[in-house]
């Protein structure tokens, strides 16, 4: 079986990026499915636009536009395109850069899409200095690769905590229903009263109710801003915003820029 050394997957590299022991590359996938095979380095692959389905010896998982999964060194998996295009962007981590930076993080085994929306956020903005890259991008980049650090795990610790069977439920509400969330609706869905979900939630998810939904928003935003096609409008309303202005003013909280000026950041050139 073959195993692909660092910055090597299958498909056409458009543009990398190599610091001190991670590298980040962009990839068009350009093969409908790909051979079993290892990597040389765990990594995630952050769909930006078309639909990938990911697949181990346990389960496939679907990929689409915007999702974020990680894969480890170990793993033999393969990956298949079920759209006519589709790309990603990768964050490939030599495996003793966690013990180099002196940061303890036990990564998980296999491959796994990750669903937490403040980890996206992270990897939007990840992507976003990628393709910047000016003279402040590369100490961005570390200090965002910190706080992914950081973030996953926060989020592994919040997973230890044995929670109740309602928290799986409204985490499928939060990231698969299109109704208007309200706390109202989530207690009528779910049987449990609203103080009860607002005292719990940032418990089980790691933020507030309102922070968790925000983030969520974002996640599905992202990917949409992909597609020239779409006005700002539709893909505010499209990731579940009231309208552009509200849309504008989260992405400006967490990005520091507005959601044009990241669109046309998203075009770059090879890096080195």
């Known amino acids: 079986m073959e195993i692909l050394e660092k910055g090597n997957y299958f498909g056409k590299r458009n543009t990398q990026c190599s610091l001190d022991g991670i590298l980040l590359s962009k990839y068009e996938y350009t093969v409908d499915r790909t051979a079993w095979h290892f990597h040389e380095n765990p990594y995630f ?21 915007g999702s974020l999964m990680f894969t480890n060194w170990e793993e033999a998996h393969y990956g298949a395109k079920h759209s006519d295009k589709a790309g990603g ?38 992507y976003h200095e990628f393709m910047l890259f000016d003279d402040s991008s590369r100490v961005a980049i570390e200090l965002i690769l910190l706080q992914v650090a950081d973030a996953l795990s926060a989020k592994a610790q919040v997973e230890e905590v044995r929670a109740p069977k309602w928290i799986a439920q409204l985490k499928e509400l939060l990231h698969h229903d299109p109704s208007d969330l309200s706390l109202r609706y989530l207690s009528e869905q779910l049987g449990v009263h609203p103080v009860h979900i607002s005292r719990s939630v940032p418990k089980y998810l790691g933020a507030s109710l309102g922070e968790y939904l925000r983030k969520m928003k974002l996640s599905r935003a992202i990917p949409l801003l992909f597609d020239s096609d779409k006005s700002l409008t539709q893909i505010a309303y499209q990731a579940g915003f009231s309208d552009q202005s509200h849309f504008n003013l989260v992405f400006k909280s967490h990005f520091g820029i507005n959601p044009s000026t990241f669109r046309r950041s998203l075009e770059g050139g090879e890096k080195g």
Not at 45 to 65: H, Q, S
Not at 95 to 123: A, C, D, M
């Open 89 to 126: 962007f990768h964050l490939e981590f030599e495996r003793n850069w966690f013990e180099k930076n002196q940061i303890s993080l036990e990564i998980p085994e296999g491959s796994t899409r990750v669903y937490h929306p403040h980890i996206h956020v992270l990897f939007a903005r990840l």
């Open 45 to 65: 692959m952050f769909v930006l636009y078309g639909n990938m389905v990911d697949g181990n010896a346990k389960i496939e998982t679907p990929c689409p536009a």
